[in-house]
């Protein structure tokens, strides 16, 4: 089945965050929202975040569930604000969150209370579980690479892969952050590419690159045929000289800091440095 994506671009950012909904149920997921962050004030404001709930409110959809694909280290996470607005939508991530956290908690200076056991989430998904978004069933791919946390979302027809596939032209994602593995994300991706070639991708960061339009969609069979890092074709030694020779010209996240700090504790800001 095909639901309906509406794409959000947050352009502090370079993010997109989707809202995925069975039109026929009016049932909705929100997929990596966004806050915005001031890095030079450390205030938090929730334009882009409004956004979305203006729009979900337009079409009358109820949103249960606020999905992350993985704990970003470039915008805070919105998941803890909108679930102000919809008490009964669950947060989820990947069950990896827990590595994640045990790794990166004693460098970010976490609340003293704070568990690196995942329970700041609604719910951690497994690989390959399943659940239902109204009448669509969706599945969950781990996919680690970029991070070890990484999941894909597949809704009916649509992949949301996170940060482990941009658009074709722009490649994939650094792999060198704690945890992260060009081998891994090479793996991680030849999964994705067994899909059905017509799979909708929609990717979560696009920065235009050549100066091209910003752009969010694709297929797994464009992926196939033109990624610039891993088309089909490409052997994984080649893929991992070049990812980490790419990797190691990258500077860290300018949000890194703030970033972590909330969204190790699923978007809560109370532990967030000022």
């Not at 997921?29 to 979305?52: F, K, M, N, R, W």
């Not at 996170?162 to 994300?185: E, I, V």
């Amino acid at each position: 089945m095909q639901p309906e994506v509406l794409a959000f671009f947050h352009a502090d950012s370079n993010t997109f965050t989707y809202v995925v909904a069975d039109a026929a149920t009016g049932a909705a997921a929100v997929i990596d929202p966004a806050l915005d962050y001031a890095a030079d004030t450390g205030e938090v404001s929730t334009h882009a975040a409004q956004a979305i709930v203006d729009a979900i409110a337009e079409h009358g959809w109820q949103v249960q569930w606020l999905l992350e694909t993985h704990a970003h280290a470039d915008h805070l996470s919105a998941a803890q604000w909108l679930k102000q607005h919809w008490p009964q939508a669950r947060i989820g991530i990947g069950e990896g969150i827990r590595d994640v956290q045990q790794t990166l908690a004693p460098r970010y200076a976490l609340p003293e209370d704070f568990r690196a056991d995942g329970s700041q989430f609604d719910h951690l998904f497994a690989d390959d579980e399943r659940f239902q978004l109204g009448g669509i069933q969706a599945r969950v791919i781990a996919v680690p690479g970029h991070t070890s946390d990484s999941i894909a979302y597949l809704i009916g027809d649509a992949l949301f892969p996170g940060d482990s596939l941009f658009m074709p032209d722009a490649g994939t994602a650094r792999c060198d952050f704690p945890g992260g593995d060009a081998r891994q994300l090479f793996a991680s991706i030849q999964r994705l590419y067994a899909l059905p070639e017509d799979t909708r991708v929609f990717v979560c960061h696009d920065y235009g690159p050549g100066g091209r339009a910003v752009a969010h969609q694709t297929s797994i069979g464009e992926q196939r045929r033109g990624n610039i890092h891993v088309r089909d074709g490409v052997e994984i030694e080649a893929f991992v000289a070049q990812r980490q020779a790419r990797d190691a010209t990258l500077p860290e996240p300018k949000l890194i800091r703030p970033a972590l700090q909330a969204n190790l504790q699923a978007g809560r800001c109370g532990g967030v440095d000022r």
